[in-house]
């Protein structure tokens, strides 16, 4: 069994690294994050040129019909970078919800557009209770002259100011149901929320009577929501692996030349011991991401519970890393002018994000048990 990424995922994550440092340094990281949407489009349309908008989208779409662990390979690195902006609610949140819940013409209307690198998209899915299970989901979807019309709130909804689409989940006579609707419909309210993370704004989303298309209901919202998170969910755990790698080498490089006693603190064992963890840390969350990134690809039956593996691992491992660097730095770590409080910004919104290590603790319990029960009645 082959452990590592092939030549060709090498090269994409190689070309994805030098992109993201020669477009997207971190002095404009900072630029962007002081507009409204942490959003540039000489950027979008650059990213857009090198196909990566449709990464994982079939190639009769004007996608590139590659995997879910090619798609981590980029996230990794643009985790690194802390991009900003509304890639990974486009690509591999409302694109990966698109993709699993849409007919092959409402693909064509849908997706292309957004491997052209025309169209912006988010999810508008959980709601007050902050809950990621469907069945929380309460805002209504009601018949209207032989469509659909919404009403309702949705809570924490990423780079929705910058969307151009918002694909949201409604109950439609009582099913779960997942719909697209044009960020400029009548009756679509976005209000900017107060968030830790400047790279990646949060809103609330308001829906007064608000046409929209059906794109799925019943079990087959079940099915595409299921699938278009857990999409996501390896997306943001590979952006979390990124993240930690850059936190260590910042950190590193720093206790080098940072002296105490005329000594290097990276000389002092407890300094050592901190980055030791941090490596850790980084590569275990590495093998995890990888790992759920293969089983989506290969439609493994523990792809779902590799998913929350990696999830949990890696939110809590980021979190912890950006604590380490920190501490490393010293007070010098909470300063505006340093980035590694950027990366932990970035950690500490992305470690709830789809859910907290509790909901995926308990998402991973359920999944044993419902496979207990199986093996049980099948005897195998």
Same mark, same amino acid.
């Given at each position: 069994?082959?452990?590592?990424?092939?030549?060709?995922?090498?090269?994409?994550?190689?070309?994805?690294?030098?992109?993201?440092?020669?477009?997207?340094?971190?002095?404009?990281?900072?630029?962007?994050?002081?507009?409204?949407?942490?959003?540039?489009?000489?950027?979008?349309?650059?990213?857009?040129?090198?196909?990566?908008? %449709?990464?994982?989208?079939?190639?009769?779409?004007? %996608?590139?019909?590659?995997?879910?662990?090619?798609?981590?390979?980029?996230?990794?690195?643009?985790?690194?970078?802390?991009?900003?902006?509304?890639?990974?609610?486009?690509?591999?949140?409302?694109?990966?919800?698109?993709?699993?819940?849409?007919?092959?013409?409402?693909?064509?209307?849908?997706?292309?557009?957004?491997?052209? %690198?025309?169209?912006?998209?988010? *999810? @508008?899915?959980?709601?007050?209770?902050?809950?990621?299970?469907?069945?929380?989901?309460?805002?209504?979807?009601?018949?209207?002259?032989?469509?659909?019309?919404?009403?309702?709130?949705?809570?924490?909804?990423?780079?929705?100011?910058?969307?151009?689409?918002?694909?949201?989940?409604?109950?439609?006579?009582?099913?779960?149901?997942?719909?697209?609707?044009?960020?400029?419909?009548?009756?679509?309210?976005?209000?900017?929320?107060?968030?830790?993370?400047?790279?990646?704004?949060?809103?609330?989303?308001?829906?007064?009577?608000?046409?929209?298309?059906?794109?799925? @209901?019943?079990?087959?919202?079940?099915?595409?929501?299921?699938?278009?998170?857990?999409?996501?969910?390896? *997306?943001?755990?590979?952006?979390?692996?990124?993240?930690?790698?850059?936190?260590?080498?910042?950190?590193?490089?720093?206790?080098?030349?940072?002296?105490?006693?005329?000594?290097?603190?990276?000389?002092?064992? *407890?300094?050592?011991?901190?980055?030791?963890?941090?490596?850790?840390?980084?590569?275990?969350?590495?093998?995890?991401? +990888?790992?759920?990134? +293969?089983?989506?690809?290969?439609?493994?039956?523990?792809?779902?519970?590799?998913?929350?593996?990696?999830?949990?691992?890696?939110?809590?491992?980021?979190?912890?890393?950006?604590?380490?660097?920190?501490?490393?730095?010293?007070?010098?770590?909470?300063?505006?002018?340093?980035?590694?409080?950027?990366?932990?910004?970035?950690?500490?919104?992305?470690?709830? *994000?789809?859910?907290?290590?509790?909901?995926?603790?308990?998402?991973?319990?359920?999944?044993?048990?419902?496979?207990?029960?199986?093996?049980?009645?099948?005897?195998?």
């Amino acid at each position: 069994m082959r452990f590592d990424l092939n030549e060709t995922q090498k090269l994409l994550a190689k070309s994805a690294r030098d992109f993201l440092t020669n477009e997207c340094p971190m002095a404009e990281v900072r630029r962007m994050m002081e507009t409204t949407t942490a959003y540039d489009a000489g950027l979008w349309k650059k990213m857009a040129a090198q196909g990566w908008t %449709g990464i994982i989208f079939p190639e009769q779409h004007d %996608g590139m019909g590659l995997g879910i662990v090619e798609l981590a390979a980029i996230f990794e690195q643009m985790g690194r970078s802390l991009l900003p902006g509304p890639f990974h609610s486009t690509v591999a949140l409302a694109g990966a919800l698109l993709d699993a819940a849409c007919d092959e013409g409402q693909k064509a209307r849908y997706l292309e557009p957004i491997c052209a %690198g025309d169209v912006r998209a988010t *999810a @508008a899915l959980i709601e007050e209770g902050a809950d990621w299970e469907p069945s929380s989901f309460r805002m209504e979807a009601l018949r209207s002259n032989g469509g659909w019309k919404l009403r309702g709130r949705k809570m924490f909804v990423t780079d929705a100011e910058a969307a151009t689409l918002l694909v949201t989940a409604a109950r439609g006579e009582g099913k779960l149901a997942l719909f697209a609707v044009p960020r400029t419909a009548a009756g679509v309210q976005v209000v900017p929320l107060k968030g830790m993370d400047a790279t990646r704004p949060l809103y609330e989303v308001s829906f007064e009577d608000s046409q929209a298309e059906l794109l799925a @209901a019943g079990s087959a919202a079940e099915k595409a929501y299921s699938r278009g998170l857990d999409v996501a969910i390896v *997306a943001l755990a590979a952006e979390m692996v990124g993240g930690m790698q850059r936190v260590l080498d910042i950190t590193v490089a720093y206790a080098k030349t940072r002296k105490q006693f005329d000594k290097p603190i990276g000389q002092f064992q *407890a300094v050592q011991h901190m980055c030791a963890d941090m490596y850790l840390w980084t590569e275990s969350s590495r093998s995890a991401v +990888y790992y759920a990134a +293969y089983a989506l690809d290969r439609k493994l039956p523990e792809a779902a519970s590799a998913v929350s593996v990696a999830k949990v691992y890696a939110g809590e491992a980021y979190r912890e890393a950006g604590n380490r660097g920190i501490q490393i730095h010293g007070g010098m770590g909470f300063t505006w002018e340093n980035d590694v409080h950027l990366y932990y910004r970035r950690a500490k919104l992305s470690e709830n *994000a789809y859910g907290t290590a509790a909901h995926h603790r308990e998402r991973i319990a359920r999944l044993v048990v419902d496979a207990a029960a199986i093996q049980a009645t099948t005897g195998t």
